[in-house]
């Protein structure tokens, strides 16, 4: 396999009859064997490449790992609003995939770092049937922690990695059609001890070939949904937050000649949804406490919310009151217009006629002096119902405490919560917190005495005051439509390509977030359709919204010349870009007066203009001797790479943040150098050695032009550049010499350094009162050395039947940790001290048993072992705080986010069987 030094761009448009020599599969993966690979998806496949670090995305050549697009039979999947790209097709379906570590590429979409093509499996002439089942449950070698204190809290096993997948594949020709030919897969993963354990992804493509005509029509769907926890969030443990998120994709390529031409035309749609929700069921009656099932920008509360509580002092009890007395009380409050008012009772929640960020809504949400009835009570509080602050209730410390019985020894666990004793498990409910008792001995009885605390949050959510959830509620869509066209035509020496692309991106954005309570509110509206009430005569944010629409589009021309001599190949080429961003700007930042809810707007914001711009690429290599060859590639690129911080407009109760600017925003230039030097030792034995320098110029970046009124705009500070080599030496299975033998050595060294690591650094330094840095600074994936080590052995047919069919790969790899940044005391201290620490290497051993049994002329029977991370190395991947590390050697913080650590030792057992030709 790896890395295709010279250009992978002539593998896929050279004709044989001018291109002469092997074909180097340097960068390629090839699936055939994918059972052989002790890896569960593509991405944990790429960090085995030069030149990638992965963190918890994958970075290549010094770029983020939204600057990565991958292909799927030529269509690029990714999603325009964000940058991410992920690899959503099953498995069991794909055939290879090349890795394209530089940005040189002209037919296809552009990406800063990397580009990643997938081919899947072909339709057969048979019928073809695959099937993988695998599991991973291994608990005599597993090792994978979950999260200790949310087991502790359930009762369960730390087992949260535990899932079953199921694989399926089946292609050959459709009924009697022999020149139309499908491919189906699927796949299924389980995940076992989660709400919602459904994580499923569907392929499908049909090829027809009429006479000299190829046509294919390829989609996919994957669809996912989960339960995730926050490390802030450690006893209400409902209050996770949920997700889904479905992404799918339909495409079709004709290929066809005319005359002496070959022309190919694409034309596909992609699109992505993301929800989030944080699910808040404190009473635990099953209703989402907060949500807008409508999407229509009214929210949804529970009914609950709405039950005045008080204290009846003459009947000494407490009263809980009919939900229609709090809604009554809180629309003479807000004078809101009932007209909107919706009451569920069947569904057990109130949609309110407030949006999310006007104080009818935002005071009912939780904070540190509001919630509902049911959470802990303020025994201060007299009033029959709360009618100015709503359910205003004081939140105390709580500890789960290990207690004991000094007769008979018996361990036990307990609550402890503003000086009252509860049983465990913690239970939010009106009831639970009024059984509380004043003494431990009247909770359990005389002999029980305190042994140990054993967790201690500082309030019924979180460990820190005033801190929440981000995006409370959260719908994103993105999707685009592409149209593509290319042509091309072989003379003598030369083979002259051409074409054009088209997209047009639509983006959908409805982010409410309670940061910090109702004084600091964000909401992220792009391209929104709320109706505006009746009685909203004045202007606001839905007028706003609405004069402002979101619409960008692309387009690209391109021209270009494979050219072969007797020992020179190469490539010119040049690529020239339309690019309307659908920015809004403005020549001053003024505000406007503040609209009947407290939100103020950019005055005279005007829409920018298209962008014009040209990319040169050029790559050429020659042989100095028989057996090897020189290669020298470079390209001067600019891009967009995807489109957030241009088009995203976030506002924060009372201003506009960002979204705007004062000029056109720049595209991204990436500039890149490459030298390559090949070597063929012998038959299927290959040496590489690769220098490259590669610098991102102009990147999007968020800075606050005035600290007055907190107005943040989109500029272009961000610097980046990185450089190194990479030296592989690669031997495939085959060829004279142990043709059972498989191994591949590599060995990078990069530099990466810049003065941003993310577009809103420059924003949020400013707003600690820091000067910008002076320097230049590691990156956050800035890993200097890496090396790996694969070796692969096949056991031929002929072997005895215990060891024939069998074989035995195995992958050493390690790497050197990326930096981090210590506590600082004031500004210079920062500037000096950023990324100036480095975490630990990552270091992990993995290895894969397999044993295939022919079952018939037509199937074969495979079983397989594979554990990653065999001798459980506990790598540390990054920090959730810095002076909890530095002070007491304690990554995880306070809030114990485990996330900061990679996978522990997990295995996976499972087999698979191929019937083929029946």
Not at 401 to 418: E, L, P
Request: proline letters at 5%.
């Amino acid at each position: 396999m790896w890395w295709y030094i010279l250009f992978i761009f002539l593998n896929f448009s050279i004709n044989d009859t001018i291109y002469e020599g092997p074909d180097y599969e340097f960068s390629t993966w090839k699936f055939e064997n994918i059972d052989y690979y002790p890896i569960l998806n593509i991405e944990d496949l790429i960090q085995y490449s030069p030149s990638s670090v992965k963190i918890y995305e994958n970075y290549i050549r010094g770029s983020d790992y939204y600057q990565n697009i991958y292909y799927i039979n030529g269509f690029p999947v990714y999603n325009p609003y964000t940058g991410e790209s992920k690899p959503f097709i099953p498995l069991i379906s794909i055939k290879k995939i090349k890795i394209k570590r530089g940005n040189f590429d002209i037919e296809n979409q552009d990406a800063n770092s990397g580009l990643f093509f997938i081919e899947t499996k072909k339709p057969e002439d048979k019928l073809n049937m695959e099937i993988r089942i695998s599991d991973r449950d291994i608990n005599f070698l597993d090792e994978e922690k979950g999260d200790y204190y949310a087991d502790l809290l359930l009762g369960r096993k730390s087992d949260l990695k535990r899932e079953k997948i199921y694989e399926f594949l089946l292609s050959g020709p459709l009924f009697k059609y022999k020149n139309i030919k499908f491919l189906l897969s699927s796949e299924y993963t389980d995940f076992k001890h989660s709400n919602f354990p459904r994580n499923y992804s569907f392929f499908s493509k049909i090829d027809f070939e009429f006479n000299k005509i190829k046509l294919n029509i390829q989609g996919a769907y994957k669809f996912r949904k989960n339960k995730l926890w926050d490390a802030n969030w450690r006893l209400a443990l409902d209050n996770y937050f949920k997700y889904q998120d479905k992404t799918k994709f339909l495409s079709s390529e004709i290929n066809f000649d005319f005359k002496d031409f070959k022309n190919k035309i694409k034309l596909g749609y992609f699109s992505c949804e993301y929800k989030r929700d944080v699910l808040e069921d404190v009473d635990n009656d099953g209703v989402d406490d907060f949500d807008d099932r409508d999407e229509d920008g009214f929210v949804e509360v529970d009914i609950d919310y709405f039950r005045p509580v008080y204290y009846n002092s003459s009947q000494g009890k407490w009263i809980v009151e009919d939900y229609r007395k709090g809604i009554d009380s809180l629309m003479k409050l807000y004078n809101g217009n009932t007209k909107y008012l919706e009451i569920n009772e069947k569904g057990g929640y109130v949609e309110l006629p407030f949006y999310w960020w006007e104080a009818g809504a935002a005071n009912l949400y939780p904070s540190t002096s509001m919630g509902p009835a049911w959470w802990a009570i303020d025994t201060t509080y007299s009033s029959p119902y709360n009618r100015a602050g709503w359910g205003a209730r004081v939140r105390f410390d709580i500890e789960l405490i290990q207690v004991r019985d000094t007769v008979s020894g018996k361990i036990d666990t307990v609550i402890y919560m503003s000086n009252k004793w509860y049983k465990y498990p913690f239970i939010p409910s009106s009831e639970y917190i009024r059984n509380g008792k004043g003494s431990l001995s009247d909770l359990l009885g005389p002999d029980w005495i305190k042994d140990t605390t054993l967790l201690r949050v500082g309030n019924q959510y979180m460990p820190l005051p005033w801190v929440y959830p981000r995006e409370q509620f959260s719908i994103k869509k993105s999707s685009y439509f592409y149209f593509s066209y290319n042509i091309n035509k072989i003379f003598k020496n030369h083979r002259i390509t051409s074409g054009f692309n088209f997209k047009k991106p639509n983006f959908y954005e409805y982010t409410i977030d309670y940061a910090g309570g109702l004084s600091n509110i964000y909401f992220n509206l792009t391209n929104i359709d709320f109706i505006k009430r009746e009685n909203d005569t004045s202007y606001t944010i839905i007028d706003f919204l609405k004069e402002h629409k979101i619409e960008p589009w692309e387009f690209n021309f391109y021209l270009g010349d494979n050219f072969y001599f007797k020992n020179l190949k190469g490539f010119f080429g040049s690529k020239f870009y339309v690019f309307n961003t659908s920015q809004y700007l403005s020549d001053s930042i003024i505000l406007s007066q503040p609209d009947s809810i407290g939100i103020r707007y950019v005055k005279n914001l005007k829409k920018s203009g298209p962008l014009y711009f040209l990319n040169f690429f050029l790559k050429f290599k020659t042989k100095i001797t028989e057996k090897t060859e020189i290669g020298f590639n470079y390209s001067n690129m600019l891009q967009f790479g995807y489109y957030y911080p241009i088009v995203n407009l976030v506002f924060s109760g009372v201003f506009l943040i960002s979204g705007v600017g004062t000029s056109p925003l720049k595209p991204l230039r990436s500039i890149l150098y490459e030298i390559n030097l090949l070597q063929n030792l012998e038959e299927n034995l290959h040496f590489l050695l690769s220098l490259f320098y590669k610098e991102n110029i102009a990147i999007t970046t968020l800075s606050m032009q005035s600290t007055s009124d907190y107005i943040s705009i989109v500029e272009n500070k961000g610097y980046h550049y990185s450089y190194g080599y990479e030296f592989i030496l690669r031997k495939n299975r085959g060829g004279e010499y142990f043709p059972n033998v498989g191994f591949y050595f590599i060995l990078t060294y990069q530099k990466a350094y810049g003065n941003s690591l993310y577009p809103e650094m420059f924003y949020r330094w400013q707003w600690s009162r820091f000067p910008l840095p002076e320097n230049l600074f590691p990156l956050n994936w800035d890993s200097r050395y890496k090396f790996i080590f694969n070796f692969e052995i096949y056991m031929p047919q002929n072997l005895p039947f215990l060891f024939r069919n069998s074989g035995i790969s195995f992958f050493l790899f390690s790497r050197t940790g990326t930096p981090w940044t210590p506590p600082f005391r004031n500004s210079r201290d920062a500037m000096e001290k950023i990324n100036t620490k480095r975490l630990p290497p990552v270091d992990f051993f993995s290895l894969i048993i397999f044993k295939e049994f022919k079952i018939s002329d037509y199937g074969t029977l495979g079983i397989f072992l594979d554990v990653y991370n065999l001798f459980n190395n506990e790598n540390l991947l990054t920090i959730a705080d810095p002076t909890w590390y530095q002070m007491f050697n304690d990554p995880e913080g306070k809030a114990k986010d485990i996330r900061v650590r990679g996978e522990r030792r997990n295995a996976r057992l499972g087999f698979y069987l191929k019937i083929k030709g029946f």
